[in-house]
């Protein structure tokens, strides 16, 4: 399969690209040889091979979720520069 101008023109206005003409030869020779190299995929023999739906080969390590106290409130609040005592008190960011 071969991108044409037309098909790009066609890509690149439901994708709302703009490119000038300059850059045109550019994205059909990137876009074709995208489609070659997929081409390519497809004569590879992947018969008895599993489909992946991770590349790695880690394993999540989960731990369990324990209810414990780190700091106390206090504690949280001691080096902050502006508190209400309950809270931190920052600048508005937003109008």
Wanted: hydrophobic share 35%; net charge negative.
């Amino acid at each position: 399969m071969e991108i044409n101008r037309d098909t790009l023109l066609k890509i690149a206005h439901l994708a709302r690209l703009n490119f000038s003409s300059k850059r045109e030869k550019e994205m059909l020779d990137g876009l074709n040889d995208m489609i070659t190299w997929v081409e390519k995929l497809q004569e590879v023999d992947t018969e008895g091979v599993e489909p992946l739906t991770n590349m790695s080969q880690e394993i999540n390590a989960w731990c369990d979720d324990e209810v414990k106290t780190d700091l106390t409130r206090e504690q949280a609040l001691k080096n902050a520069p502006k508190t209400d005592n309950k809270f931190f008190k920052v600048p508005k960011v937003l109008k």
